[in-house]
């Protein structure tokens, strides 16, 4: 028997006595995943797994569905073996799906085209992981529940403090809505906030499915002061579910009563998608989540952050709780920067600190900074992700957490990495979101007026510790710039196809090299730089920007209309020399190569010369190079 259909056998008596379960309609994707076609609409279909399963829906009625899990244990209903993603034919997320004794047990709605591809991925919360209980399993109830028209769910409700600005019209100064666009403006409001958005859906949708998808925006511009509306605990309360922007280049001082509520909140979302990119969030003070896309339970709703800063100076206990800062389905960061200083007044025990981010599904960071700090004693029990999240380990060693940091591992660029000499000192600036100059780190600079490499020294301080050093470049007023000359990144010299000159000749480079030395570029020289010069020596090498340049190549017509030109020596690293280097040097009385690496004169190298010059060749080179020079039409004396 083959090894194929003895293999084949096998797993046909497995699943016949149940032992290698795959389901119905499943393909096996991979070891660990498998593709279930969801087929039994309307019923309760039992699920059983050990770290993910796959199911692929396809409508037959377009309309809203409800989507159930019942997978709860233990005495505590809120624990669950597992929670689910609904994402499109794309990958891209959709929403988040839980226990339904989360949602009163009324499940996750969500609106689904007929015949359109959709994937529901169940995994195994990391509450079954931190109670022993080994794989996950439960039941799924996906449910037609009605048909609605999508282009009928265009109306959105502003609110501020009570009062109705959906029409345009606002009566508080720093504060502005276009109905049009969707888009909400704060610029230099300082007040109070109950500000109040409704989505038109009760349900989540996918943007492929619907054309008018609501991408609701929050532009923070000038500087904002915002406290908490007496009686309620959050300054943007938004219900519904849709895209909600959060951009600018703004800031937002956060004024919370912790006496007031324990449950303080920048953004309280109700199943909504935030995406922060620009404005930068700072609060003195607080306890509670800052940021949330969820209900109270349901964990839905994804948080994108791209760009910005979010500051929280003192983050404290609520009584004996510490609670999360963030709260949300899902959530990706790409760039931009968070940073939490928490305080705490007394003890804590474990089971009632969560982690800075509550997070359902999978916590991703492929930029930015996360900086958690606090004091020796409270950042020991302080956890980044509630129990029931995952993250990756990529993620992980982008987070730093501690009661002191390396400053070297705190992502920072200086504002400008090139300068022209002036005599005056240079001073960039070290950009670093969220670091406070003088109070987290300090900055010392070295050799920063006369032309060369100078030195930005970072010193860490506080909850910060050692240094970081940038380096950038003071060119001579000699040096000309062409195209983008001036390119510099710290590490490396000009880029390639620059051009500079050390006030004679003009080169142009053509291997980038780096300012330790490690590397050593390479140039060609392409040109004169002065036209009156008699004697040229082309040497080895030349430095520009404390990086060393081997000079391996005289460009074609290098050095045209050199009329008074009379003597030139080619370096010892020269390999090549161009057609009709020397087109009109016609005072050229000699040439002296003192390279042996030449393989080739091209034919017409030595065009335009006379014969009353002589070209002078290493000795050990002499009859090769007199042969090829001979042979490029030269006709002057080879010694």
Not at 134 to 149: N, R, T
Not at 460 to 470: A, D
């Amino acid at each position: 028997m083959k090894l194929k259909e003895l293999i084949c056998k096998i797993v046909m008596i497995l699943c016949l006595v149940g032992l290698f379960e795959v389901g119905i309609n499943t393909k096996v994707y991979a070891a660990e995943e498998k593709i279930v076609n969801f087929t039994s609409f309307g019923t309760w279909v039992e699920y059983k797994g050990d770290e993910k399963i796959i199911y692929k829906v396809v409508p037959k009625n377009s309309g809203v569905y409800n989507v159930a899990l019942d997978c709860g244990f233990g005495p505590d209903p809120s624990y669950y073996s597992s929670y689910g993603i609904l994402y499109n034919s794309d990958k891209k997320y959709i929403g988040t799906i839980v226990d339904r004794n989360d949602v009163d047990e009324a499940g996750n709605e969500f609106y689904l085209s007929k015949g359109k591809t959709y994937y529901i991925v169940l995994e195994r919360s990391n509450y079954a992981g931190r109670t022993g209980i080994e794989g996950f399993g439960g039941e799924i109830k996906i449910s037609y529940l009605k048909d609605v028209k999508l282009e009928e769910y265009t109306d959105v409700t502003v609110e501020v403090q009570g009062y109705d600005i959906s029409n345009g019209h606002c009566r508080f100064e720093g504060i502005s809505y276009d109905p049009k666009k969707h888009v909400l403006e704060l610029n230099n409001y300082t007040g109070e906030g109950d500000i109040s958005i409704s989505s038109p859906y009760d349900f989540e949708v996918d943007e492929k499915d619907d054309p008018n998808f609501l991408n609701f925006t929050i532009k923070i511009t000038g500087n904002n002061t915002i406290g908490i509306y007496p009686g309620l605990d959050s300054i943007f309360n938004i219900c519904g579910h849709g895209n909600f922007n959060v951009i600018g280049d703004g800031t937002v001082n956060c004024k919370f009563n912790l006496k007031d509520t324990w449950r303080n909140k920048f953004i309280d979302g109700h199943g909504c998608n935030i995406i922060f990119d620009g404005p930068t969030i700072i609060t003195d003070k607080i306890n509670s989540a800052l940021i949330v896309t969820c209900d109270t339970y349901n964990m839905i709703g994804k948080f994108t952050f791209k760009s910005g800063s979010i500051i929280i100076n003192n983050f404290v206990n609520c009584n004996e709780f510490l609670l999360s800062a963030f709260e949300a389905g899902t959530m990706d960061m790409s760039g931009g920067f968070i940073r939490i200083n928490y305080v705490v007044n007394g003890s804590l025990e474990p089971e009632k600190t969560h982690g800075m981010f509550c997070i359902t599904g999978e916590m991703n960071v492929t930029g930015g900074n996360i900086i958690i700090t606090g004091d020796a004693k409270t950042i020991p029990k302080v956890k980044v992700l509630d129990s029931f999240a995952k993250m990756n380990e990529k993620t992980k060693n982008a987070i730093l957490i501690g009661a002191r940091i390396k400053i070297q591992d705190v992502k920072m660029k200086l504002e400008k990495y090139s300068y022209k000499f002036d005599g005056n000192a240079k001073t960039p600036k070290v950009i670093v979101n969220g670091l406070e100059e003088g109070k987290d780190y300090i900055v010392s600079y070295v050799d920063n007026v006369n032309v060369g490499v100078a030195k930005v020294i970072v010193k860490g301080r506080g909850h910060f510790w050692g240094s970081k050093t940038f380096r950038f470049k003071i060119s001579g007023e000699e040096n000309i710039k062409v195209g983008d000359t001036e390119t510099y990144d710290g590490i490396h010299g000009l880029k390639l196809g620059s051009t500079f000159t050390d006030g004679k000749l003009i080169y142009k480079v053509t291997k980038e090299g780096t300012l330790d030395g490690k590397t050593v570029g390479k140039v060609t020289v392409i040109g004169l730089k002065k036209k009156t010069l008699k004697k040229v020596a082309v040497k080895a090498s030349v430095n520009y920007g404390g990086v060393k340049y081997r000079v391996t190549a005289i460009g074609k017509k290098a050095f045209k209309k050199g009329k008074k030109l009379k003597s030139i020596v080619i370096g010892k690293n020269v390999a090549k020399i161009g057609k009709r280097a020397f087109d009109g040097c016609n005072k050229l009385k000699r040439i002296k190569i003192k390279s042996k690496k030449i393989k080739k004169f091209v034919k017409g190298t030595f065009k335009g010369l006379k014969k009353i010059c002589v070209i002078k060749v290493p000795k050990a080179k002499k009859k090769v190079y007199a042969k090829k020079i001979k042979k490029a039409g030269f006709k002057g004396k080879v010694k």
